[in-house]
């Protein structure tokens, strides 16, 4: 069992930046590669960026490549989505979560959820 709390969200101008973090507890935190997805009202969930294990490896949605840092600190159990450059679209809650098994990009791989944090970008 992972729980996966998320903070950092809130309301931003366009432009702006938020940094997210995702606090891990439970099984051992760097046993686990780590996605971001994010989800607006009456959409699907959307791939928005991974980590592996050691923090080596990182992919990106093309919407946030270039304007999204994706990172973790094993040592304090916790991911980071560094978000910077922000738009109107980028308006979302955003979930970190652990993932299980198989492809990185489909929410489906994704074991274990945390409960979500608003971002807002005003234009």
């Known amino acids: 069992q992972v729980q996966l709390v998320e903070s950092g969200g809130g309301l931003v101008q366009a432009g702006g930046s938020l940094r997210l973090s995702c606090a891990a507890s439970?099984?051992?935190?760097?046993?686990?590669?780590m996605g971001w997805f994010r989800q607006t009202p009456g959409k699907e969930r959307e791939f928005v960026a991974s980590?592996?294990?050691?923090?080596?490896?990182?992919n990106y949605a093309d919407s946030v490549k270039d304007r999204f840092t994706v990172s973790r600190d094993n040592a304090k159990n916790t991911a980071y989505l560094q978000m910077n450059s922000l738009k109107p679209e980028d308006t979302a809650v955003y979930y970190c979560?652990?993932?299980?098994?198989?492809?990185?990009?489909?929410?489906?791989?994704?074991?274990?959820w945390g409960q979500g944090t608003q971002v807002t970008v005003s234009s």
């Open positions: 979560a652990v993932r299980w098994v198989g492809s990185e990009w489909t929410s489906e791989s994704y074991k274990y």
């Open positions: 439970g099984r051992t935190f760097n046993s686990y590669p």
């Open positions: 980590i592996n294990r050691s923090g080596g490896t990182t």
